[in-house]
């Protein structure tokens, strides 16, 4: 058979480097969009939920709340990371200290959060696969894929640190238990969530709106015994001030509060427990798209006024309580908070609070653990028992809070959700440059790809969030005194190694950012790239002639299908 087209004219517009890794992938085996399907995770394993897509409404973009329905249920599952015991913390902080200012930047990181959830979203759709199999595509080096798993778990502990810490303190309010206590109670609970899995994603989706509806529940009942000023709600919600580098540090804790990265791998996965076949056509995905933004933006709005009543409530001990009071809630907000609301509103406020505590906390452990689910069998292929994995990610979630409890007590747990959101935040731009170069790729993503204004501005949120980062990492470091070198002896020469630490690890993340950021999308969405010469089009059908000599790779301009289900060589 003659040589490929690729290894005989290297593209003129690519690097040598880039022409080697392309020609890497001429060898990788067709996968075909039915193939795809077949292959994901537990929950697409199972019968999906049918679409009936041949409805008149369907096809003529017609919007149906029968539809919609039978879309909901993966927003709702996505929208609980956004009321997690962290957020409840970062909105405690934000209102105890600033009052009713800091309310904007909920809506906005809210906002945020709800494109970047379109993302994950509109990825699936086109490709049929979630994003940690698209990144397993489009790493091929072993080593590559081990650490960008490795990362990526790590965000998953540091989210369930604050949901065993959340649900202990919880448990504590309602049932006076020590700390310690509520954190091994925590590590068993969490299965009991997990048997819901055994009757299918139904009975799940509709468990977690539940949870989302108690919340708001709780916090109606908050606002009606707080009885807050309404025009100050509303200029905090429309007016973004910025009062100090302190408010800017709140800033953003609450960002990596909210935008957390292990929802994009879990709500990409869920959009697939949809059957909408990938080779649709294309109004039928813009269909399915359009009726996956509306259930997420309802789920998140919910999640935004359970966020938004969080800090309205801390917002009403900022005007009235005593000075003494407020800096402990500034301090310690979960353990302060419950008495507070007893002594100033009575029994009702602090159960109501622990209420929702206790939901946010268990429901965020099990939307937590499919998460890693999906991340390990999509990354390296690895499967395991859903309940070991939730035992594996709680146990490693549950042993430095359970040191820390014992060791430090309250306020030392409540400083480890602060680590935690620390952690969560420099992940984020990890994964949300991946899912924005491979949705923006029409060659992955087809006519569901993002182009101009669109790419554009979330190219400029991801490098606001990167800098937004460094700003926390050297602010903390500040506040920690590493970079106080007023001492003398061998405690300069620590705090010297110490510092010079923290600028190499900031070096060092903004190289990787700016690798992932620069380095360009090699897969196609159907696991192979595909062979070009110079001047070809990623959409033609590449290496075949009249006489079948060379491979037939017919790509599917649509993005719906990347490779042809026919691979044939004479």
């Excluded at 679409?51 to 409404?57: G, L, Q």
């Excluded at 190694?497 to 060092?508: D, G, K, Q, S």
Aim: aromatic share 8%.
């Amino acid at each position: 058979m003659p040589a490929s087209p690729h290894s005989m004219h290297p593209p003129s517009s690519s690097s040598m480097r880039d022409w080697r890794m392309n020609a890497a992938y001429e060898n990788a085996p067709l996968i075909s969009a039915n193939q795809r399907n077949s292959s994901s995770h537990d929950f697409t394993a199972e019968p999906r939920i049918h679409i009936d897509t041949s409805t008149e409404d369907f096809q003529n973009g017609k919007f149906s709340w029968r539809q919609c329905w039978s879309f909901t249920g993966p927003g709702f599952l996505m929208s609980i990371a956004y009321v997690d015991p962290g957020n409840f913390e970062s909105d405690l902080v934000a209102g105890a200290e600033f009052g009713y200012q800091l309310l904007w930047v909920l809506v906005w990181t809210t906002l945020l959060g709800f494109f970047v959830q379109e993302l994950a979203v509109r990825l699936a759709l086109a490709t049929g696969r979630d994003l940690a199999r698209c990144v397993r595509d489009e790493f091929p080096h072993k080593p590559t894929r081990i650490a960008m798993w490795a990362v990526t778990e790590l965000a998953i502990v540091a989210s369930d640190v604050p949901e065993v810490i959340g649900t202990a303190f919880a448990l504590k309010i309602i049932f006076g238990w020590q700390l310690w206590i509520g954190i091994l109670v925590s590590s068993t609970s969490a299965m009991l969530l997990l048997m819901l899995r055994a009757h299918g994603v139904r009975p799940l989706e509709v468990f977690f709106g539940g949870v989302i509806t108690c919340l708001c529940i709780c916090y109606v009942v908050e606002l009606w015994l707080v009885q807050p000023p309404v025009g100050k709600v509303v200029q905090g919600l429309v007016i973004p001030i910025i009062a100090n580098n302190r408010a800017l540090f709140v800033l953003v804790s609450l960002l990596g509060a909210v935008c957390m990265p292990h929802n994009l791998y879990l709500h990409s996965a869920l959009t697939l427990t949809r059957d909408i076949p990938t080779d649709a056509p294309p109004q039928t995905l813009k269909m399915a798209l359009f009726y996956n933004k509306v259930e997420s933006a309802i789920a998140l709005l919910l999640s935004l006024f359970v966020n938004c009543a969080v800090v309205i409530v801390a917002a009403y001990f900022h005007d009235n309580a005593k000075p003494e009071d407020v800096e402990r809630l500034q301090e310690n907000p979960l353990m302060s908070a419950p008495g507070l609301l007893r002594n100033t509103l009575g029994s009702l406020a602090s159960g109501a609070f622990a209420a929702a505590l206790l939901a946010s906390g268990q429901s965020s452990t099990v939307t937590g653990t499919y998460a890693g689910q999906f991340v390990m069998e999509g990354m390296l292929e690895l499967r395991i028992p859903t309940a070991l994995r939730a035992f594996l990610t709680r146990s490693f979630a549950i042993f430095p809070s359970l040191a820390v409890a014992l060791i430090a007590g309250d306020s030392g747990a409540e400083n480890l959700i602060l680590i935690s959101s620390v952690v969560l935040a420099l992940q984020l731009p990890l994964a949300l440059l991946p899912l924005l170069k491979l949705v923006s790729t029409p060659h992955v993503c087809g006519s569901m790809s993002i182009h101009g204004f669109k790419k554009n501005a979330l190219n400029v949120i991801v490098f606001v969030v990167v800098f937004a980062n460094v700003f926390l990492v050297t602010q903390s470091a500040s506040d920690m005194g590493i970079f106080d070198f007023s001492v003398t002896g061998a405690k300069l020469a620590g705090k010297v190694i110490v510092a010079v630490m923290c600028v190499l690890f900031i070096i060092a993340y903004l190289a990787c950012v700016f690798q992932l950021w620069k380095r360009p999308v090699l897969s196609t969405g159907g696991g192979k790239l595909p062979t070009i010469t110079s001047g070809e089009s990623l959409h033609d059908n590449v290496a075949s002639d009249d006489d079948n000599h060379n491979d037939n790779m017919n790509m599917n301009g649509g993005g719906s299908a990347a490779a042809s289900d026919d691979h044939e060589q004479k």
